[in-house]
């Protein structure tokens, strides 16, 4: 019954799963075991049962709060920036990633690395989060309900870290908890124009990389209620 909920049927079917899988391809994701991830996370389990049927459009989707879960597109496209050039036996270590919503793109990272640190300023989000993953057995994730703008000192450095907000600027703590080669991958902008960046740490250097033009709810400061 548990994994008929998750395989779905009709519009959450594996029909329509490939459809999207042959859209994220014809838009440019290349990384196979990244597509044959997205494939496999049921994303209808993540949003509200009456936008069950439409989980597998290629569109962000309200969640509550006046956030949303991210377009799969966007997550294929941030995951592989991530662990592109990295050997696939060879798990990345630790990454970070700041709005972590509904969980979605941190079950999409749990295969990809040994342990991911998520932080979410919406308590109730949060705990849905933890349910989704807890449901799916994904056990290699530390949730917290905190603000991302200072990341998370205490586990750092991290050789990934991925933003689900947008920021004005890079917020200079975050780059401060990348390792040696680790990568930020980052929207910056305001509410009508930004650009998602990839930025590597070298020593003291920081190369930048824009991936796209993208367009994300904002990076907000402090905790809600
Ligand atoms: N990762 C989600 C996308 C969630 S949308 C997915 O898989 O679909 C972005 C999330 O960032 C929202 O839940 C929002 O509450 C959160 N957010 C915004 N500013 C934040 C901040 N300063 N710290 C932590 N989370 C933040």
């Known amino acids: 019954m548990i994994e008929q909920s998750f395989s779905g049927i009709g519009m959450t079917s594996s029909r329509t799963r490939e459809r ?3 859209r994220l391809k014809s838009q440019g994701i290349a990384n196979t075991e990244v597509l044959e991830r997205i494939r496999s996370v049921p994303r209808h ?3 509200d049962e009456a936008l069950a049927s439409r989980a597998y459009e290629d569109t962000a989707l309200p969640i509550g709060f006046g956030q949303t879960i991210s377009q799969p597109y966007i997550v294929a496209l941030m995951t592989a920036a991530l662990i592109e050039d990295h050997p696939s036996e060879k798990r990345l270590d630790r990454v970070l990633e700041i709005g972590c919503g509904c969980g979605y793109q941190t079950a999409v990272l749990s295969p990809f690395f040994c342990h991911i640190y998520s932080l979410e300023r919406i308590p109730i989000l949060l705990s849905r989060a933890r349910e989704h993953l807890r449901q799916l057995k994904i056990t ?6 905190a603000d991302g703008w200072g990341g998370w000192k205490s586990e ?3 050789q990934g870290i991925i933003v689900a907000a947008a920021p004005e600027d890079v917020p200079e703590k975050l780059l401060a908890q990348l390792a040696e080669g680790g990568r930020l991958i980052i ?10 960046l990839c930025i590597t740490r070298e020593g003291q250097d920081f190369r930048q990389e824009i991936l796209g033009k993208v367009k994300f709810v904002p990076l907000l400061g402090g905790m809600e209620n």
């Open 45 to 47: 389990i993540f949003v």
């Open 156 to 158: 750092a450095p991290f």
């Open 140 to 145: 290699n994730t530390t949730l917290r309900a």
């Open 187 to 196: 929207p910056v902008g305001n509410r009508s124009w930004q650009n998602l």
């Open 20 to 22: 999207l899988i042959q």
